[in-house]
């Protein structure tokens, strides 16, 4: 038992422990006892053993696996390993513990594929290292395990996993609901942001003027699953309009941001209106009294007292063409009566 316990110990030693599965160590223990058992070890002395250990060495140095994936596109799986030495055996990979995928060397073809729902293997784009799928689906999400096996006399096997989750993008982006156009201070906002149907939900955040939402004015979120398997979350922003929440143009802009990984980014923005009293422009109050001039020099036109009002006030200014019509008025007088004298002279010489 000595030779299978340092067997073992070196195995843990040099194949990473932390990246082992605790079935691959006790499968590998297995092999190892059945091609060369313990009293063999003992019998072959300390060169035997250094032998073994030196065959030991199969490392994985790298396991890719994408942590999210966009459904209908495919994903691409990747296990790199160091033989040190060894001959290859087989790769095999699972999902959830279920073999879906084998690449044995030896064989011919070397690849092969099980069936397995929600997997689909493009075959002829994998290799030894490298497993392509093709339009993953929503069931395609889980857990997937690389497993390299060693030819004998060693059968070492270690394994490395990983986990993927397909994302079910939304069709439209963030929406928001509730608000009003205008606001004035001491107001309360209450406006909600709802993502499209995703799977999983969006994760929302809510910026007012550009920056993050303080965390007492969020409600929620509240998430709703539909029927098929798809997800809404609403995240609701509640807060008293003060003064600074008012930029220099007299303006508040609230923000909904919507996000699901490193794959989905999308915001929606709406601008309110600082609702303040309307004061009378200063163009419109010297409009006024230029319209009550008019009309009081029109009374006194139309009386004939231009030149002082009623009650006896200062007297007004005369326009142009005031003074014009004056004029005309006085020629037409003067000429009238020119015209009156000599008829009447003309009357008054013998005949």
Avoid at 58 to 78: C, F, G, K, N, W
Avoid at 103 to 118: E, K
Wanted: hydrophobic share 35%.
């Amino acid at each position: 038992m000595a030779g299978t316990e340092a067997s073992i110990a070196f195995q843990r030693r040099n194949g990473n422990p932390s990246r082992l599965d605790n079935s691959s160590q006790r499968g590998a223990s297995r092999r190892q006892l059945a091609v060369i058992p313990p009293h063999a070890l003992l019998k072959k002395g300390k060169q035997s053993i250094d032998m073994m250990i030196r065959g030991l060495g199969i490392r994985l140095l790298e396991v890719r696996i994408p942590m999210h994936t966009v459904r209908d596109q495919s994903a691409r799986l990747e296990c790199y390993f160091d033989m040190e030495g060894e001959s290859l055996y087989s790769v095999k990979w699972y999902k959830d513990g279920n073999e879906f995928y084998r690449y044995l060397p030896r064989d011919m073809p070397p690849a092969q594929v099980f069936p397995l729902p929600g997997v689909s293997v493009d075959i002829h784009n994998s290799t030894e290292s490298t497993v392509v799928l093709s339009s993953v689906n929503l069931s395609s999400s889980g857990r997937y395990r690389c497993e390299v096996s060693a030819e004998a006399p060693s059968f070492q096997t270690v394994s490395q996993h990983g986990d993927m989750v397909v994302v079910a993008l939304p069709g439209d982006g963030p929406r928001i609901t509730g608000g009003r156009p205008r606001y004035q201070v001491g107001d309360t906002v209450r406006v909600n942001c709802t993502s499209g149907r995703s799977k999983p939900a969006a994760q929302l955040i809510w910026f007012i003027n550009g920056e993050q939402a303080d965390s007492s004015f969020i409600r929620g979120p509240f998430s709703k699953s539909s029927r098929d398997g798809l997800e809404t979350s609403t995240l609701g922003l509640e807060f008293k309009v003060r003064p600074k929440h008012f930029r220099r143009n007299g303006d508040m802009k609230l923000k909904c941001l919507a996000t699901i990984a490193t794959v989905y980014w999308r915001t929606n923005e709406e601008s309110v209106e600082g609702d303040r009293p309307q004061k009378a422009p200063a163009l419109e109050i010297r409009k006024g009294h230029g319209d009550m001039a008019a009309a009081a020099a029109a009374a006194s036109a139309a009386s004939g007292e231009y030149g002082a009002n009623r009650n006896g006030g200062s007297r007004m200014r005369p326009t142009p063409l005031w003074v014009c019509c004056q004029l005309l008025f006085h020629i037409l007088l003067a000429t009238y009566r020119i015209l009156v004298s000599s008829i009447a002279s003309m009357h008054q010489l013998p005949r």
